[in-house]
């Protein structure tokens, strides 16, 4: 069985064809044939590339202009590119791209509401849904919705589309970690945590227990998922009971260029003396806050570190209120938990930085958290850590683990358990 992922975001777009019958020769984990294209305003292309299994990495700089934000435009860019991902995926479902046959398509699809909590076929009706609740992740469902329906247009409507929602993973969270603390009646039209990055946190609560060889039932972990975006999660017995994001994927820890949780009478003091509408809030705390907002660089880590070694006092600063919010919310899943059986960092901030890893851990030295300065910046060396690890000392108290986030073979595994499931004669 051939399951093609596809898995846009709100600056890239990533695709991965696994192979399940490779599975006796072979790791299916492993993806057949994969493709990444970023996307920048300011050069106004798609940078391309695909790396099949067997032979050398290929780039491509298509030629499909990308729509440029006009000015007085404050839609966000997912808006504008819903027109542009059709394109981009006719170019990489080409049949000399992919080589073999496809027979299911899964999607990773940002916010499922309270309506989903579990991986389902897209129907019209779950479309018309995904679409409804884009008011609620606006750089995110409006495309990954655009690529459902540019899969069912290239592909025919006979390859099955599965939409696997970032959202299912937290639904099982207890209402005092779903309320806010606002009228009831909020909640009833619902107002209330969500979370994110479940697909993310769930590929990472499952691998850390096979690397520890523990049973989930038996586990109390902190997942710490940093990446442009970013979010925490306390997991016990398997399940998330609290998570940093919320109604939206803005809320929580500092991130790329998204704000996290802010004082709402900040917003209420702007919107007096300025009178901001809702299309300039949504830009300003989405797309131009974070790292970005602070430093005036840049929302790439890698570039706020290298700006940090050059003596820039705004990238510093940058850094340490990233790290003053991650280690504020890290306490708080700590309180939700009750205790820490390990603790997770993946994602790319969270898979690369050796300095934020050390610097999160700093501050819990009372509590026997310690991390091996060695094994923490070899885990950090080359494009991807070496392998999945822990980085703890010796004389930890808990294990500290960098795992490579495999979000895209938890999207095909939860497409292919569909697919099984509804026509067992499907080929395995």
Known sequence: MNILVINTGSSSLKAALYAFEDQLTGDPSIPAWQAQVDWGYQ???AQVEIHPSHGSKVQHILDIPLPEPEPSSSAPPSIQLTETIPLILAFLLQPTNLGIPIHGVGHRVVHGGSTYSSSVPVTP??????ERLSQFAPLHNPVNLAAIRACQQLLGKGIPQIAVFDTAFHQQMPLAAKLYPVPYSWFEQGIQRYGFHGISHRYCVERTASLM???LDSLKLI?????????LAAITDGHSVDTTMGFTPL???????RSGSLDPGILIHWQRQQGLGAEEWERLLNQESGL????????????IEGAMAAGNARAHLAFQVYLHRLRQLLGSMLASLGGCDGLVFTAGIGEHSWRVRAAACQPFGFLGWRVDDQLNKESSQGSLPQQDRNIASPDSRIPIWVIHTQENWAIAQECRKFLLASNPSYPV
């Open 43 to 45: 050069l106004g292309q």
């Open 223 to 231: 997942i710490c998922h940093l990446g442009n975006g970013a979010s």
């Open 125 to 130: 009706a779950v479309a018309a849904e995904i």
């Open 251 to 257: 809320d929580g820890l500092m991130m790329g260029t």
């Open 292 to 303: 970005k907002g602070i430093s005036g660089l840049s929302a790439d880590m890698r570039v």
């Open 213 to 215: 060889e523990t049973n």
